[in-house]
């Protein structure tokens, strides 16, 4: 196979301005590059979701995964082809961008009014601890610790 493209592309350089030099750029050039012109970008993440998603099931159930997925594939690619993916991934890096304009601080306020989940916890008011005399205190107490 390698051998015929390397011929192939030494009788492309050898015979340019030739009949047989124009029909093979034509068909070995032109006819490939406006194919790959007209590829959308719809169909580019169409085809990597199901790339991604035989690559799992090869990883996950292997020779079965594989089989499962070339029978399901024409059904896939009918799905994920009839939503428009592209219009969702714009949609999403828009809502993305737009977001990251914002400013997150005021945001967390704004929730943190509105919802009562938001607010903190009031806290208790501290009193000071009552001194206790020690169970084995044998003195009068405090009072007359204070006389002294």
Known sequence: MLVAL?????????????????????MLVEWPAARLAR???GAVITWTLLGVLG????????E????????AMPELAG????????ALVDAIAVGLMAAST??????????????P???????????RPVERAAANDDEDGRAFALAA
Not at 55 to 62: D, K, Q
Not at 64 to 71: E, I, S, V
Not at 102 to 113: C, M
Request: hydrophobic share 55%.
């Open 102 to 115: 914002l400013r997150l601080g005021a945001v967390r306020h704004w929730i943190a009014a509105r919802l």
């Open 55 to 62: 690559l799992l099931c090869f990883w996950f159930l292997e």
């Open 79 to 86: 799905w994920i082809s009839m939503f428009e993916v592209s």
């Open 117 to 127: 989940l938001g607010q903190r916890a009031k806290r208790a008011r501290r009193t």
């Open 64 to 71: 079965d995964g594989l089989r499962l997925f070339t029978m």
């Open 39 to 41: 590829i959308h970008r």
């Open 6 to 26: 390397l011929g192939l592309w030494f009788a492309l350089l050898l015979a340019g301005g030739t009949p047989t030099g124009r029909l093979l750029r034509r």
